[in-house]
């Protein structure tokens, strides 16, 4: 086990808070800091003493003393921490232990004063495997979702030389639908009518060259001479030509943010042209409208001319299709995603998907549910939200989230991440943890100083592996594979088949693969194949 000391203490005046914790730490990445060590800045009054110089982690658990003339509330970032008082003299004594799970700064208060203290990851790519998530994770929503509007859009059925990976599937899908809503969008501005308004002014009696019998009476009644009269006006800035700009400023705003995000060895120059072929669109349309920009969301018009009008529809049809997952629905589509276990868990699901399709070389029919909160990605979890990929023999693989499964005779399960393939009844089970073991005597033993998945996240797999069954007599185990995904460090990956928890795979169904953000994927592809008796 890791030996423990004091990291920091924090006096406020006669309180003491003391933080404790291993002195030793295995750090994990292809580029490890050498900046490990404790970052942490008083606020208020508090002096801050320094007692090691081993930073803090995320998923170390420490524990925090706390001394006090009295009982009083202290705080971890504006939440108080659940403490139990217990007298010393003239002193009280609180102590609580803790596992931070977030990388970024933590603040422990008493009334105004405390302390900030920086929160690391040990695996030191921390920061390049989020960057790398959520960019996989924009890439995976809008490049799988290609490929199931791909099934509808004519044009785009699936042939041998259409590419493969996401982001080109998705720029030939974008490129379709681009030039056929730019033909339709054209000819809807050219064919719808003008449209005319009632114009309301107030005008002086006197300017008036005919004074009706109403205006009159109303100046006699009121004796104001300023008459409101109405006017025919004749405007080609209609509700629905104003649509019109509105989807096109739309589009082109969501392809600037998409080519902003998109990793410079992606191919920037078929994105470009479309933007630059919306952009002309738009500033054409817009002269002639008399407009140097529009405002607002593109809402699409429920009139009747909107619903009648041949050419608008298709525009409205194609509208549709883009907000189906080829754009993200908001620019903080994926903001609320901190919990980088959470985001890992999301990233392996689509990849998952993505592995799927790509070695059977089938069609996607069925979309992963994912949620239109603006602020925050949520992925559907259950039976009635799986993915479905249709193999070219006919067979349907369903992709399941938190799949749960209820009526087993001991208790319900639900793992991550579940394949199967219907028909043959058996299950390929992954778990993702974005998380090593911490325990010394455990990396010692069964690692030999390599990372490793946690030991209870093995053990779990031995729970799913035995314990999801036929919900009904006889008790059948279905569970073919029970495997944990943890983010390995590339350097370690070569000699992972040689590993006890790779090789346990093949002896008792249970074990553990990497798989890594923007790393090498062979060990879970080649599982995939092997589970649709590709190999």
């Not at 490049?143 to 590419?163: I, K």
């Not at 009844?425 to 911490?438: M, N």
């Amino acid at each position: 086990m890791q030996r423990s000391g004091e990291l920091l203490r924090v006096d406020i005046q006669e309180i003491v808070i003391a933080f404790l914790g291993p002195t030793n730490v295995s750090l994990f990445g292809d580029n490890p800091s050498t900046t490990n060590e404790i970052e942490a800045f008083p606020v208020g009054k508090a002096v801050v003493v320094y007692s090691g110089k081993l930073g803090f982690f995320d998923d170390i658990q420490y524990t925090v003393q706390i001394s006090a003339p009295e009982p009083l509330e202290v705080t971890l970032n504006h939440r108080p921490l659940n403490l139990i008082w217990v007298r010393h003299g003239s002193l009280y004594m609180a102590n609580t232990a803790m596992r931070f799970s977030q990388v970024g700064w933590a603040e422990f208060r008493v009334g105004d004063d405390g302390v900030r203290i920086r929160i690391q990851s040990r695996k030191m790519d921390y920061q390049s495997d989020y960057r790398t998530m959520i960019w996989d994770l924009e890439n995976h929503v809008r490049g799988l979702t290609a490929q199931l509007v791909s099934a509808v859009v004519e044009g785009m059925e699936r042939t041998a030389d259409v590419p493969m990976d996401l982001w080109s599937y998705w720029l030939s899908v974008l490129q379709v639908i681009w030039e056929q809503l730019a033909r339709d969008l054209t000819h809807a501005w050219i064919t719808l009518p003008i449209q005319m308004t009632f114009e309301q002014r107030r005008m002086h009696i006197e300017r008036l060259k005919k004074v009706t019998g109403r205006e009159f009476s109303m100046y006699v009644r009121t004796n104001d001479p300023q008459i409101s009269t109405f006017h025919l006006t004749w405007t080609s800035l209609s509700v629905e030509r104003l649509y019109l700009l509105q989807l096109l400023q739309y589009i082109r705003q969501r392809l600037e943010r998409v080519l902003s995000q998109v990793p410079k060895l992606a191919d920037h120059r078929r994105l470009s042209i479309i933007l630059q072929q919306v952009v002309r669109l738009l500033r054409r349309l817009s002269t002639a409208a008399g407009v140097e920009r529009v405002f607002g969301e593109p809402r699409i018009p429920e009139s009747p001319l909107a619903q009648s009008h041949p050419a608008l529809r298709r525009v409205v049809y194609w509208h549709r299709l883009l907000q189906s997952g080829l754009f993200p629905n908001d620019d903080r589509y994926f903001v609320g995603v901190k919990d980088l276990n959470l985001l890992y868990e999301y990233w392996c699901f689509l990849a998952i998907v993505r592995m799927v399709l790509e070695e059977s070389g089938g069609m996607l029919r069925v979309h992963p549910v994912v949620s239109a909160d603006p602020i925050d990605i949520l992925l559907s979890s259950g039976r009635n939200h799986a993915a479905q990929v249709e193999l070219p023999n006919g067979q349907y693989v369903s992709i399941l989230y938190e799949r749960q499964f209820s009526g087993l005779p001991t208790v319900a399960q639900k793992p991550d991440h579940v394949v199967e393939l219907r028909g043959l009844g058996s299950l390929l089970v992954f778990d993702a943890k974005y998380r090593f073991e911490v325990d010394d005597d455990y990396i010692t033993q069964y690692g030999k100083g390599d990372p490793i998945p946690p030991i209870d996240t093995i053990n779990e797999m031995h729970r799913y592996h035995d314990a999801i069954v036929l919900s009904h007599v006889p008790y059948s185990r279905i569970v073919e594979r029970a495997i944990v995904l943890f983010p390995l460090p590339s350097q370690f990956f070569a000699r992972w088949r040689e590993h006890r928890f790779y090789k346990s795979i093949d002896a008792v169904g249970v074990g553990a693969l990497p798989l890594l953000p923007g790393g090498d994927d062979t060990y879970v592809r080649t599982e995939i194949r092997r589970y649709l008796k590709l190999e």
